[in-house]
Nanobody
Framework: VQLQASGGGLVQPGGSLRLSCAAS????????MGWYRQAPGKQRELVAA???????KYAGSVKGRFTISRDNAKKTVYLQMNSLKPEDTAVYYC??????????????WGQGTQVTVSS
């Protein structure tokens, strides 16, 4: 199972970006999907996650500014990021788990997309 992330870039403080991450491969079922980020010199941290039924959770630092959503038919997870701050600058990674076509559990990571918030 592969994840392909897109949508990163350079944005000014207060701006918005939308990240997308599409899953492909021999997928029987997608369960949790989420976004993590890693800033230089820091550990990777959870930004937001969404369960197959739509339940969401967010890091405290992004609540009220970021929104995670998913399109199960397209096997895609999105992260709408508004009111961006310089401290949101990081490489953003998508993550998904579930079962493949052989009913084996999988957990996959996307390749990462850079988000830079700077004036």
């Amino acid at each position: 199972v592969q994840l392909q992330a897109s949508g990163g870039g350079l944005v000014q403080p207060g701006g918005s970006l939308r990240l997308s991450c599409a899953a492909s491969g021999s997928i029987f079922r997608l369960d949790g999907m989420g976004w993590y980020r890693q800033a230089p010199g820091k550990q990777r941290e959870l930004v937001a996650a969404i369960a197959s039924g739509g339940t969401t959770k967010y890091a405290g630092s992004v609540k009220g500014r970021f929104t995670i959503s998913r399109d199960n038919a397209k096997k895609t997870v999105y992260l709408q990021m508004n009111s961006l701050k310089p401290e949101d600058t990081a490489v953003y990674y998508c993550n998904a788990d579930g079962k493949d076509s052989r009913l084996r559990d999988f957990g996959s990571w996307g390749q990462g997309t850079q988000v830079t918030v700077s004036s």
